[in-house]
């Protein structure tokens, strides 16, 4: 258990790089601002340093406001270097909003000083710093979820099944998450699955370790196992970063606490702000007991609630308080808004999952016309994937444009991404990670245990795996035929990048299709015929890509390009119906929110109530309550149709812990029945007559 710290002003000592001379007039500009734009409760959290901190930020609250203005009053009043403050979340896009949001609070040079990451990207950090004390050669690469994937299977069983494999990466992650080294995940196993993934784990990591490679689990697990056993470069983080705030605090998982615990230590230099009404997360490894923690860790740690709600409008609060107050809570909080009553929520009943999803896209059309609302105002949100397809359906039909948030992004699909690869490779030899994905792609005979050898070799050698397949003393060490595979590999790579330097990167593009055979490969290997249309369609796509920045401002060298590519926004919705599940819905609002599926078996989801594991069930309709900010309409479907079977339908057992006086049950109010039923009908008349127009 860690001590009681003292004063945080005078841990964060006035002396050396720490102290920044700003002018008195920047003091009292961030003192104004905060006085005019946070409430009481918000202003207490911003301004309280001296002790760790938990903010219990309920949905809607302003948490982010409170994390960005403490950043600026850090700065400006405790007179602590921005180089000192880390602010950390769990998404690149929340990390990007969060910086540009205190940029709007500080000067340039100080934004830019701050240290506003993912936690993955902050371990990432912390290895390319600290790379020998993990055991690293300089330029490791860091294995994306395919490729730690695919070599998890080749050291698993051969034949295993997909499932079982499925659950051994599951506890691979788990124990990383644990921050459980493979001697530890072994002497931990339980079972005879575990211990088989505990062995497969230690055999994983020798692999990473002959490749130069770690995985994303390791970003957090290689830095915790050195900050809690290395001293000298525990102190040293520790005074290079000063005071940490965290985001989401609720999704953190053991090994992510311990990452703040290390790094905060005695001193408490923390902020935790977040919500366990919302943690929604177990599944993945986030406990939401760390909220409990942090008060045993600390003693003197303050609890401050933030309850007033800006976002959502009486009703809708209403139904959310009387819902999440069916779960235990450590620390009781009820939000409150001033914003005026709004509509009652409605409840609709229907047949079956299409008759469902035609009376939402028939409703959303309605609300289009009727409010004058545009697309991305609405949002449908389900508990699984699988729901999306009906209303995607629907939504065509209705010609509404959607997005559907979670589908596979262009940049990952598995052609679009060795390409890349390549073009990595010809504009950075040492890409370990790049080499590895497409040294076989195609086919080259090249299998793992010469990968393993050559990773082994160059390690030694302190050199990347492409500069060792050069060499013919390396080439000597291994068996003759996959080395003359890999010689050729090394060959092709050569004229590859000669042809680099007199072709732009479209042309280059389609060179590496056909030196490589890696198109030829597409159409032998997929014989469903849309299907190799679209995968030759999306290699056409980026080779177009490339073609039209050259023909644009943003044209420069191929790593310029690529370094682009990486960061657009291939994805953007624009305006359109957003679709999502519910998990992916956290964070965001909309005026206008269905949520579909509310039947018992699907939310509830049936392993939930089997298993009796209702409570993160209820977190998780509680978030999809508090997305919307004028209108929720709930509903749910009679009938459900599975592996050919009809099977009859409950309203989910959640829909009846709602405040009933707020809700709209369809069929309860002929009125309220009516004028949704004459939405619906003007709807579907101008869609017709508009399809009428179009053909005519």
């Excluded at 060795?418 to 790049?434: E, K, V």
């Amino acid at each position: 258990m860690l001590h009681q710290s003292n004063s945080i002003a005078t841990e964060v000592a006035l002396t050396g790089s720490d102290i920044l001379q700003g002018p008195v007039t920047i003091v009292r500009r961030v003192a104004d601002r905060l006085d005019s734009m946070l409430n009481p409760q918000q202003l207490a959290a911003v301004e309280h340093c001296d002790s760790p901190l938990l903010v219990l930020a309920g949905a809607g609250s302003g948490k982010t406001s409170v994390i960005t203005q403490k950043i600026a009053w850090l700065i400006a009043r405790r007179h602590l270097a921005p180089s000192k403050i880390a602010a950390i979340t769990f998404t690149n896009k929340a990390a990007r909003e969060m910086r540009e949001r205190v940029a709007q609070l500080v000067n340039a040079e100080d934004a830019q000083a701050l240290t506003v990451s993912t936690f993955h990207a902050l371990g990432l950090k912390f290895l390319q710093i600290e790379h020998a004390r993990a055991g690293l050669r300089r330029g490791f690469s860091v294995l994306d979820a395919d490729d730690s994937g695919g070599i998890i299977k080749e050291l698993a069983p051969k034949g295993i099944k997909p499932d079982v494999l499925f659950g051994i990466r599951n506890l691979l992650s788990r124990a990383k998450n644990g921050g459980l080294s493979p001697e530890q995940a072994l002497a931990a196993a339980r079972s005879p699955r575990e211990l088989e993934a505990a062995t497969i784990y230690d055999m994983y990591q020798q692999r990473l370790a002959a490749f130069n490679a770690v995985d994303f689990d390791d970003l957090i697990r290689l830095p915790l196992q050195i900050l809690e056993s290395d001293e000298e470069a525990r102190s040293s983080w520790r005074e290079r970063l000063r005071y940490l705030l965290v985001d989401e605090y609720q999704d953190t998982n053991d090994a992510q606490y311990r990452l703040l615990k290390v790094l905060a230590g005695e001193r408490g230099g923390i902020t935790c702000v977040g919500d366990d009404d919302q943690s929604i997360y177990a599944w993945r490894g986030a406990n939401p007991e760390n909220i409990d923690q942090l008060g045993r860790d600390w003693p003197n740690l303050r609890v401050i609630k933030l309850e007033q709600n800006y976002r959502c409008g009486k009703r809708i609060l209403r139904a959310a308080n009387q819902l999440i107050g069916n779960n235990p809570h450590l620390h009781e909080k009820k939000l409150w808004s001033e914003l005026p009553e709004g509509a009652p929520i409605r409840v609709l009943e229907c047949k079956e999952a299409e008759h469902e999803a035609e009376r939402v896209a028939a409703i959303a059309a309605a609300l289009a016309e009727k409010h004058k609302a545009r697309w991305h105002d609405i949002a449908v949100l389900y508990r699984g994937n699988f729901q999306a397809r009906v209303l995607e359906k629907a939504f065509r039909l209705a010609r509404i444009p959607y997005h559907l948030t979670g589908a596979l992004s262009f940049l990952d699909r598995a052609e679009v991404k060795d390409l890349l690869c390549y073009l990595r490779l010809l504009t950075n030899p040492s890409d370990d990670a790049a080499f590895l994905r497409v040294v076989n792609v195609p086919k080259r005979e090249i299998g793992s245990t010469t990968l393993e050898s050559l990773g082994r070799i160059a390690q030694s050698r302190h050199c990347s795996l492409l500069e060792a397949t050069r060499s013919d003393g390396v080439l000597r060490q291994l068996t003759p035929r996959p080395a003359a595979a890999l010689a050729a590999f090394a060959s092709l790579l050569d004229e590859l990048r000669s042809a680099s330097i007199h072709q732009n990167a479209a042309d280059l593009v389609e060179t590496i299709l056909a030196r490589t055979g890696y198109a030829a490969q597409i159409t032998a290997s997929t014989p469903d015929a849309s299907l190799r249309e679209r995968r030759l369609g999306n290699l056409k796509e980026l080779a177009d890509w490339f073609r039209a920045m050259q023909k644009g401002s943003s044209a420069g060298d191929l790593a310029a390009q690529l370094a682009l590519l990486s960061h657009a926004d291939r994805d953007d919705p624009g305006n359109a119906v957003r679709m999502m599940t519910l998990h992916a819905a956290k964070g965001l609002e909309f005026r206008f929110v269905f949520i579909v599926g509310c039947e018992d078996g699907t939310l509830p989801h049936e392993g939930a109530i089997d298993e009796g594991r209702l409570d993160e069930e209820r977190r998780l309709l509680y978030v999809g309550i508090t997305r919307a900010k004028e209108l929720l309409t709930l509903s749910w479907s009679a009938r459900t149709k599975r592996y050919g079977d009809v099977h009859s339908n409950q309203p989910s057992r959640f829909l009846h812990e709602l405040p009933q006086a707020d809700l709209h049950w369809q069929g309860k109010d002929p009125e309220a029945d009516q004028e949704v039923t004459r939405e619906t009908a003007q709807s579907h008349m101008q869609k017709i007559a508009a399809m009428l127009a179009a053909n005519h």
